[in-house]
């Protein structure tokens, strides 16, 4: 017999060799029909798969982000099924699973496929998924692989052959297909009831520009036709909120190729908008005792050599400034936090400055690759909110606890409600690509995980996405059509104060190591509102909107009047525009609405007469009159209730 620790704690005793299967059937036949797979000691299997001994377990079903990937990469082997039957003589590179959906990269010959051809594909699959093939795993020998796929003349499978080792190597099969894969799989191909082909695209061979470009076709399925519905209808909601889109529409931000790729460039809408932002979290900084800094965009390349930045993101940075001295070559800065070391370091420091906690809107840059680089959310110059806090060993859970509070409170504010905090932690298969010593490293997590179980923050932990430097808690945000956002980040780093020899003097009178706090709960301003964009639809809060109040003359002899009615609710701090153009009033609201302006006050010569204010509300129309001073009463309400 062989013990089978679940979820919530519970234990149960199954002979050795039960699959995941059998155990979900144990418990619920309703459970083992939504079964996709599932994680035996961490790691995903098949759910048809024999346990051997003692084990953890966890059943994966379609609401696991692992039963969907696992769900995902059935479907491009069930693609791949498809486009053999249809197109004999496929070969195929890799299929692999992705954030939505599936590709697989296939080398048609002569054949050029295009998205004319989806449809014949869909009904392909369709017709291959009903027959509910089992997905069967079998382990091979090196030498069979080698010969299977030399007599299908697929070389791409053999080269990738050549990276493993025998003892390593799967098959799977379903219906008709066969493929080199580590898997896991789905149960069947039953499972898959909904099948969209989403675009056609061209991918160099294993990402090298000097081999063969294949064809990659991307697609998305469901186990309901009804998600699939609902995924559609997201997907054209999404273009109509697309930041790219709507930034032009309400003139935020705009990109010159004379200035350069990913690097915006805020024109007047999006600079009111992006101020108040910052003016918002300054406030709150303030309150919490955070000091405001100011640093260059450059440091010499012995800096970022301390920090550790130039090995890490060298690749990644532009290219290095020689300066006419002989020798001297500086960096644009790819993080804040080094300058912040330096800030610390450059005169004694007592416990009792301690914590001490500094805060700075620094732009950093990257060199992105052209093709990763999208409007807002992927560019090569952004501006974190960023802020670092040195402080003992001892306070560093309430400094953390600290942090945690501000980040919830700025996502609160900007209307972010759905969240889950990840906690990003080491690859224990890959400690080369981190710094500092374990013991540093282990201090660190446990603080981290201490933390989020105090403070009650429901969290998922993921290995391998830790910065290079320590562990971090990272907040991916949902927007509202429920797509995902890695937005602010705290991390806990006990190794560049090591490495730029921080010191405070305790109580002691002996020199000790600050612990520090890296922190941005913005994550960066270009991302932030790239992202806040799509969330509210350019809808923006009343109070961080640029213009709260377009003013319309209904003709041009009320001009003058429409600009006192302005300066009037200037005067109360409420922020608008004068629309003066010679154009009929109901073609000035119809474009206040489409630039998104919360309100409109429409004048004329009874309200000219009366002293009263016509008010429309966008997206509501007619409110009724108001006094200047009572819309201003009754906007200002509105803010502070938002």
Known sequence: MIRITLPDGSVREYPKGTSAMDIALSISEGLARNVLSAKVNGEVWDASRPIHSDATLELLTWDAPAG?????????????????????????????????????????????????????????????????????????????????FRKKGDEYKLELLEDLEDGQITFYEQGNFVDLCKGPHIPDTGRIKAIKLMKVAGAYWRGDETRKQLTRIYGITFPKQKELDEYLEMLEEAKKRDHRKLGAELELFMFSEKVGAGLPIWLPNGTALRTRLEDFLKKEQIKRGYLP???????????????????????????????????????????????????????????KELPLRIAEFGTVYRYEQSGEL??????????????????????????????????????????????????????????????????????????????????????????????????KLDFMVKDALKRSWQ????????????????????????????????????????????????????????????????????????????????????????????????????RKIRDAEVKKTPFMVIVGEKEAE??????????????????????????????EEE
Not at 308 to 323: L, M, N, R, V, W
Not at 442 to 452: L, M, S
Not at 489 to 516: K, S, W
Request: proline share 5%; net charge negative; aromatic share 10%.
């Open 68 to 148: 969907k990937s696992t769900f995902w990469h059935s479907s491009a082997h069930l693609m791949a099924e498809a486009l053999e039957a249809l197109y004999p003589g496929t070969k195929f590179g890799i299929g692999p699973p992705i954030e939505e959906g599936f590709y697989y990269d296939i080398d048609t010959g002569d054949r050029q496929l295009s998205s004319e051809d989806f449809k014949q594909i869909e009904e392909k699959m369709q017709e291959l998924a009903r027959q509910k093939n089992t997905y069967t795993r079998k382990e091979v020998t090196k030498a069979d692989a080698i010969n299977y």
């Open 487 to 586: 937005l602010g980040t705290i991390q806990v780093d006990y190794n560049l104060p090591e490495r730029f020899e921080l010191e405070y003097i305790g109580a002691d009178n002996q020199p000790h190591r600050p612990v520090m706090i890296h922190r941005a709960p913005f994550g960066s301003m270009e991302r932030f509102i790239g992202v806040l964009i799509e969330h509210s639809a350019g809808n923006f809060p009343l109070w961080l909107t640029p213009e709260q109040v377009a003013v319309l003359p209904i003709s041009d002899k009320y001009n003058d009047y429409a600009r006192e009615v302005l300066a009037q609710l200037t005067a109360r701090d409420l922020r608008g525009y004068v629309d003066d153009r010679s154009e009929k009033v109901n």
């Open 293 to 351: 800094v100011i640093t260059p965009h450059i440091g010499k390349k012995e800096l970022y050599v301390t920090s550790g930045h130039f090995a890490k993101y060298g690749e990644d940075s532009f290219q290095p400034i020689q300066t006419p001295k002989d020798g001297e070559v500086f960096l644009l800065k790819p993080m804040n936090c080094p300058h912040h070391c330096e800030i610390f370091g450059h005169r004694p420091r007592s416990y």
């Open 374 to 471: 999208h409007g807002l959310t992927r560019v090569r110059g952004f501006t974190q909110d960023d802020a670092h806090l040195f402080c003992t060993a001892d306070q560093l859970k309430d400094e953390f606890l600290g942090v945690l509070d501000l980040t919830r409170h700025v996502l609160r504010k900007l209307g972010f409600s759905e969240y889950t905090a990840q906690i990003s932690l080491r690859d224990p298969e890959n400690p080369d690509k981190y710094i500092g010593s374990n013991e540093n490293w282990e201090k660190a997590e446990r603080a981290i995980i201490e933390a989020t179980q105090e403070s009650g923050l429901r969290t998922v932990t993921a290995l391998g996405e830790a910065a290079f430097y320590g562990p």
């Open 610 to 639: 009366s002293g009263m204010l016509s008010i429309r509300r966008h997206g509501e129309g007619d409110l009724g009159s108001m006094r200047p001073e009572d819309f201003a009463t009754y906007l200002h309400k509105l803010e």
